[in-house]
């Protein structure tokens, strides 16, 4: 952690990750791209502590709303219909409680990863959060294809297999919810002198 461009990050293989067996898959996309994995383990959270995980602020509840209105809105689908709801903030908490549903299902796989610039690099490999906008190439992109237009109606969360921190303030905080100090490991991968 001596370098400025090297950064951690929180990632988490969600329960569809696991369920699928894509647990290797989605770290070994990570290690060969050059970054390291400094802590990991498998968790079933808690209700508790998976809605601890997620932000509680009216601007991140209102951004996941806005997600579904705009897929919807593109598709001509009418809100009132898909969500029951015009308002963004009613939506988001909505999708949110889904959210919280689905990360409980099933184990998850917490760790911590370092790299230069972790937190864009695992950003970019994992992709964007609506599979079927995903990019071929990313881990959502290759491995899924949920979007809002099908899990919204059945009220639940969309399917993406990968969590990954989206802010400096997000890591720090997720890194801290998930792991203690002593979790964390400093080593040092030979073969990254080679590249950087
Ligand atoms: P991210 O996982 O790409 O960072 P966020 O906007 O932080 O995406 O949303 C958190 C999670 O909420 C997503 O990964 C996805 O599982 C779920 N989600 C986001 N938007 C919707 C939606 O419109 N319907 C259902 N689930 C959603
Ligand atoms: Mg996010």
Redesign the pocket.
């Known amino acids: 952690m001596t370098r400025p461009a090297v950064e951690r990050t929180f990632v988490m293989v969600k329960p569809d990750g696991v369920q699928r067996g894509l647990i290797g898959e989605i770290i070994k996309r990570m290690e060969q791209r050059g970054l390291q994995v400094v802590a990991l383990k498998m968790v079933k959270p808690s209700v508790e502590h998976v809605s601890a995980h997620y932000p509680t602020d009216d601007v991140w509840i209102k951004r996941l709303g806005d997600k579904g209105f705009n897929v919807f809105n593109e598709l001509g689908i009418d809100l009132k219909k898909a969500m029951g709801t015009t308002d963004n903030l009613e939506a988001g908490k909505k999708v949110r409680q889904w959210l919280i549903d689905y990360m409980t299902v099933a184990p998850v796989v917490a760790m911590v990863i370092e790299g230069i610039h972790a937190r864009d690099m695992v950003r970019k490999i994992v992709g964007p ?1 609506l599979p079927n906008k995903a990019e071929i190439g990313t881990i959502r992109g290759d491995y899924s294809v949920d979007s809002p237009a099908a899990a919204n109606v059945e009220k639940r969360s969309i399917k993406n297999l990968v ?1 990954a921190s ?1 802010t400096k303030e ?1 890591a720090e905080k997720e890194i801290a919810h998930w792991f203690s100090a002593e979790e964390i490991h400093e080593w040092d991968r030979p073969d990254h002198k080679a590249m950087f």
């Open positions: 959060t969590h989206e997000e």
